[in-house]
């Protein structure tokens, strides 16, 4: 049986938006699997605090292959010191992509918090942004936003669950949280990931956990 989220416990949703799912502009393998048990989750109202994250990207935004001449989708450079995936165009603001996933009631959500809308950074990390131009890593604001509500230990699914998540749940350690990984309630955008997911899990401590809270 997996364990019961505490009163100190919230939950977060990580980019569950329909340019993740099959046939969207960056599908993440067998993405849109995750969706009734989210619906199951959300509809339980297990947890005091939910919130959700949305990549939200402008138009020619860094991370995007079609911003830099040559380059294709997958292909990795440098950017700012730093390797950088570059992707194909998505979850462009304002576009249906973009869009929380409408199969799911977002009405549990407390908070919605929009990332990667500046061009220049891409943001992987609910909590942080990747390195930019200055070197830093600057925050999101979530992590106040959950200690101020006297959270102590976050949930995590949502997409992908080899980036987004995974850098959602290494950042929320960072600040002192306790973490728990639903993995069951994320996918990869490729599944041969899996491996190197859960070594950068166990490496930080973080508690992985099958299922859904009961």
């Known amino acids: 049986m997996s364990p019961s989220p505490s009163p100190h416990s919230a939950l977060i949703l990580v980019d569950v938006q329909p340019d993740f799912m099959p046939g969207g502009a960056l599908a993440c393998h067998e993405g849109d699997a995750i969706l009734p048990g989210l619906r199951t989750l959300l509809a339980a109202r297990r947890f005091r605090h939910v919130a959700a994250t949305q990549d939200w990207h402008p138009r020619g935004h860094v991370s995007f292959a079609s911003s830099h001449a040559g380059r294709a989708p997958f292909e990795r450079i440098e950017l700012y010191g730093h390797a950088q995936t570059l ?3 998505h979850c462009v603001q304002g576009t249906p992509g973009a869009a929380l996933h409408p ?3 977002w009405s549990a959500a407390d908070l919605i918090l929009r990332k990667g809308s ?5 943001s992987y990390s609910g909590l942080r942004e990747n390195h930019g131009p200055a070197g830093a890593r600057p925050r999101t604001g979530l ?3 959950l200690r101020e509500r006297e959270v102590e230990e976050v949930w995590l699914c949502g997409l992908a669950r080899d980036v987004c998540v995974l850098w959602t749940a290494q950042d929320a350690v960072e600040a002192g949280f306790r ?16 491996a190197a997911t859960r070594a950068a899990l166990d490496a930080q401590g973080i508690a992985v956990v099958a299922g859904i809270p009961a």
Do not use: I, N
């Not at 500046?118 to 891409?122: A, H, K, L, Q, S």
């Not at 973490?179 to 899996?194: E, S």
């Open 87 to 89: 992707w194909p165009d």
């Open 103 to 105: 199969a799911l009631d």
């Open 118 to 122: 500046d061009p220049r950074v891409d």
């Open 143 to 145: 992590a106040g936003w």
């Open 179 to 194: 973490v728990r990984f639903l993995w069951d309630l994320t996918r990869p955008v490729t599944p041969d990931t899996d």
